[in-house]
């Protein structure tokens, strides 16, 4: 049987040199060292495991675990492998489909911006269930133990489905800064939910305000109360009765002309009466 030079060998698998002795370190592959030399040499008889174990990547396996499967795998075995990978592998559709979708909403906004038509382009619109993880009491972080904190990095893992987001109540001005993403979804991912139990932003008819923010010499309250000043004032005029709490979510942030401007949605659920 013919043996190769390691770079020989690579060359007609399409792989790297690298790539094989990463192999040889999981025992995935053996080859013949000459002592003399040193050169690494290959047998034709490893291509198909080269190859196999290519496949297995690509389904989303693990060096570690591929060579555990090597060693001793039943096809029942494998089966129940493959079935946790199908799994996987829809879990990680569903999450791009997600992120397409996302991406196009960004795009839709940076068209509007372009064609000025952002700030007060306003709806009325049906929004789902919400969760908002707060990661502050106004201007100062909530205090987080270790699960707490790896909760929030979960959560933030998952940008851009979660967003930043400041959640305020329309009758306090009390706000706290956080991350605020979809029941429905966040339910799909498997987010962490015990640590810190996210507050609930119910579902229903809501007043959706797109405002652009340059200025930023105001903090805190004021910040926050100029922002909401335009959609409230709207609400007062149409003699709509807002709920409880407003979220505004961070769409867009940029610097242009060394000036930062920030693209922000608020969001205020509403009390509509529908008409029988």
């Known amino acids: 049987m013919a043996e190769y030079k390691i770079?020989?060998?690579?060359?007609?698998?399409?792989v790297t040199t690298s790539l094989l002795k990463h192999y040889e370190k999981y025992h995935l592959i053996t080859s013949n060292k000459n002592e003399?030399?040193?050169?690494r040499y290959y047998g034709f008889t490893q291509t198909p495991t080269i190859l196999r174990i290519k496949q297995l990547q690509k389904l989303g396996f693990t060096l570690r675990e591929i060579a555990s499967m090597l060693k001793n795998c039943t096809t029942e075995e494998m089966s129940i492998k493959i079935q946790e990978k199908i799994e996987d592998i829809h879990t990680e559709l569903f999450e791009?489909?997600?992120l397409l979708k996302e991406a196009e909403h960004i795009q839709k906004h940076l068209h509007q911006i372009n064609q000025d038509q952002f700030e007060g382009n306003w709806t009325i619109e049906e929004t789902p269930a919400m969760y908002f993880l707060p990661h502050s009491k106004q201007l100062d972080f909530v205090e987080l133990d270790e699960t707490k904190s790896e909760q929030l990095k979960s959560w933030i893992d998952h940008f851009p489905l979660t967003k930043q987001a400041t959640l305020v109540s329309n009758h306090t001005d009390e706000?706290?800064?956080?991350?605020?993403i979809e029941q429905q979804i966040a339910h799909r991912l498997n987010l962490p939910m015990q640590s810190s139990v996210p507050i609930v932003i119910e579902g229903g008819k809501s007043l959706i305000y797109p405002v652009i923010c340059s200025s930023f010499d105001e903090h805190g309250k004021e910040f926050v109360r100029r922002l909401l000043q335009k959609p409230i004032a709207l609400l007062s005029r149409m003699g709509i009765q807002a709920k409880e709490h407003a979220h505004i979510e961070t769409i867009l942030e940029i610097t242009q002309n060394q000036k930062r401007v920030v693209y922000y949605q608020i969001y205020i659920p509403l009390y509509i009466i529908n008409p029988k």
Do not use: E, V
């Not at 770079?7 to 399409?14: M, W």
């Not at 003399?36 to 050169?39: F, H, L, S, T």
């Not at 706000?175 to 605020?180: C, D, H, I, R, V």
């Open 96 to 98: 791009k489909q997600l």
């Open 175 to 180: 706000y706290q800064y956080g991350l605020a």
């Open 7 to 14: 770079g020989t060998f690579a060359k007609n698998l399409g």
């Open 36 to 39: 003399i030399n040193g050169y």
